[in-house]
Nanobody
Framework: QVQLVESGGGLVQPGGSLRLSCAAS????????MAWYRQAPGNQRELVAL???????DYLDSVKGRFTISRDNAKNMVYLQMNSLKPEDTAVYYC??????????WGQGTHVTVSS
């Protein structure tokens, strides 16, 4: 069974940093793109950042220059380094593959709260 487990969220003050981690099972991980999504209360889930199997990246405009996505194919891990956090970054963050039919079910996500 392939699954995703997100971790690393928490409460942080504006301007602070957090590093999110996503552990993925299954050998297919190494050959598919992966992404971080977030969902704030009352909002739809949105794609925040993606990384291709080869390491290419793309970002939501509002996080460019502040967030960095990376992956470690040897460990089946995806990371999201979040710097200069803002209250509007508050959300539940999830990882998954942005492919049309992801092999993964959605995980539980990890909560990020940016507040003073």
């Amino acid at each position: 069974q392939v699954q995703l487990v997100e971790s690393g969220g928490g409460l942080v003050q504006p301007g602070g940093s957090l590093r999110l981690s996503c552990a993925a099972s299954g050998g297919i991980f190494k050959i598919i793109p992966m992404a971080w999504y977030r969902q704030a209360p009352g909002n739809q889930r949105e794609l925040v950042a993606l990384v291709t199997a080869g390491g290419g990246t793309d970002y939501l405009d509002s996080v460019k220059g502040r967030f960095t996505i990376s992956r470690d194919n040897a460990k089946n891990m995806v990371y999201l380094q979040m710097n200069s956090l803002k209250p509007e970054d508050t959300a539940v963050y999830y990882c998954n593959s942005p492919t049309r039919e992801s092999p993964y079910d959605w995980g539980q996500g990890t909560h990020v709260t940016v507040s003073s």
